[in-house]
């Protein structure tokens, strides 16, 4: 159970839900199949698949859940074949010619016909809670299916009071620092070899560089060009190596050689306490890395979170 992505929410203000709460509001939204004449649906599914029945995973104050999300598969190329056969039968039958509204009306009759034939595919997106931590993780790779996820956990829950975490300097301005050595690098962090670069003019380009010394004089040269880094690969604390974005966003994660031979000592036999001794320790690093990354960008601003008295 690790995280392939991570996008951070910050709880706005205090928020605490036990797992049988959060069980609860999830049942009454958990996932359905796809009726008949329905083109897409979602629900809360078992975090664990097949090992448990409940919806949420809890352990050490930390609450997983999964969002499934089943669409039919109709492809616009068939759809648009059939809905042509259809109008150049009428037109030669009644000797008239099929307008705009009449094919669109011809559309719907032939995704009605195709729905209960059409294949699904299915996405599960994870995620956690961790109220202690004031913060909602989902494994995202981008920013709308993250907003997805807690949007829908907001309609179950109710209230849901979060939103990304703002720190107090843009962070390409601390990238393009720590690229071009104005800004100190901190010692937690060790650079990667890629970067994607962004020209501020309102037609600039971007450059994307893979494989490079990142303070290397070819990025340097763009650097000086006034070109600002936007995405930046990174190690951190030799333990996690990533992919970060200008919104914060974390992708492309990956989980250090300490933490496998961590899950290499539980018993390979027993699914269920491999797959919580993952969540365990990926949830434990991940509750170092966030402030501790939040703090090398500048730190946190605050100011639109109510503290706890």
């Given at each position: 159970?690790?995280?392939?992505?991570?996008?951070?929410?910050?709880?706005?203000?205090?928020?605490?839900i036990t797992a049988e709460a959060l069980e609860e509001k999830l049942q009454a939204d958990a996932f359905k199949p796809c009726g008949p004449q329905?083109?897409?649906?979602?629900?809360?599914?078992?975090?664990?698949?097949?090992?448990?029945?409940?919806?949420?995973?809890?352990?050490?104050?930390?609450?997983?859940?999964?969002?499934?999300?089943?669409?039919?598969?109709?492809?616009?190329?068939?759809?648009?074949?059939?809905?042509?056969?259809?109008?150049?039968?009428?037109?030669?039958?009644?000797?008239?010619?099929?307008?705009?509204?009449?094919?669109?009306?011809?559309?719907?009759?032939?995704?009605?016909?195709?729905?209960?034939?059409?294949?699904?595919?299915?996405?599960?997106?994870?995620?956690?809670?961790?109220?202690?931590?004031?913060?909602?993780?989902?494994?995202?790779?981008?920013?709308?299916?993250?907003?997805?996820?807690?949007?829908?956990?907001?309609?179950?829950?109710?209230?849901?009071?979060?939103?990304?975490?703002?720190?107090?300097?843009?962070?390409?301005?601390?990238?393009?620092?720590?690229?071009?050595?104005?800004?100190?690098?901190?010692?937690?962090?060790?650079?990667?070899?890629?970067?994607?670069?962004?020209?501020?003019?309102?037609?600039?380009?971007?450059?994307r560089c893979k494989g490079l010394d990142l303070q290397g004089d070819e990025i340097r040269s763009h650097l000086d060009a006034g070109m600002q880094?936007?995405?930046?690969?990174?190690?951190?604390?030799?333990?996690?190596?990533?992919?970060?974005?200008?919104e914060l966003g974390i992708r492309r994660l990956k989980f250090g050689d300490t933490l496998q031979e961590k899950l290499d000592d539980v018993d390979?036999?027993?699914?269920?306490?491999?797959?919580?001794?993952?969540?365990?320790?990926?949830?434990?690093?991940?509750?170092?890395?966030?402030?501790?990354?939040?703090?090398?960008?500048?730190?946190?601003?605050?100011?639109?979170?109510?503290?706890?008295?």
């Amino acid at each position: 159970m690790w995280f392939r992505n991570a996008r951070v929410f910050r709880f706005t203000k205090p928020f605490e839900i036990t797992a049988e709460a959060l069980e609860e509001k999830l049942q009454a939204d958990a996932f359905k199949p796809c009726g008949p004449q329905e083109t897409s649906r979602q629900g809360w599914v078992s975090p664990m698949g097949k090992h448990s029945d409940l919806l949420v995973h809890s352990a050490g104050g930390y609450h997983l859940i999964a969002l499934r999300k089943e669409e039919k598969l109709l492809p616009a190329s068939v759809i648009k074949e059939l809905v042509d056969e259809k109008a150049e039968m009428i037109e030669a039958e009644q000797h008239r010619k099929v307008r705009r509204k009449e094919k669109d009306e011809l559309k719907e009759e032939v995704m009605l016909e195709m729905l209960p034939r059409a294949f699904s595919k299915n996405r599960r997106c994870y995620a956690y809670l961790a109220p202690a931590d004031g913060v909602l993780v989902v494994d995202a790779g981008s920013a709308k299916q993250a907003e997805d996820l807690a949007s829908t956990l907001r309609k179950s829950l109710g209230s849901l009071p979060v939103r990304p975490p703002a720190v107090e300097q843009a962070p390409a301005f601390t990238f393009t620092g720590w690229l071009n050595e104005t800004i100190d690098l901190p010692a937690s962090i060790e650079l990667g070899t890629e970067c994607e670069l962004k020209d501020t003019s309102e037609d600039g380009g971007v450059v994307r560089c893979k494989g490079l010394d990142l303070q290397g004089d070819e990025i340097r040269s763009h650097l000086d060009a006034g070109m600002q880094v936007t995405k930046l690969s990174v190690t951190w604390d030799d333990n996690l190596a990533f992919v970060l974005d200008e919104e914060l966003g974390i992708r492309r994660l990956k989980f250090g050689d300490t933490l496998q031979e961590k899950l290499d000592d539980v018993d390979a036999d027993d699914a269920a306490a491999r797959f919580d001794a993952a969540f365990s320790l990926m949830t434990l690093e991940l509750a170092r890395l966030i402030p501790g990354l939040l703090e090398a960008l500048g730190g946190e601003d605050r100011s639109a979170i109510v503290e706890e008295d």
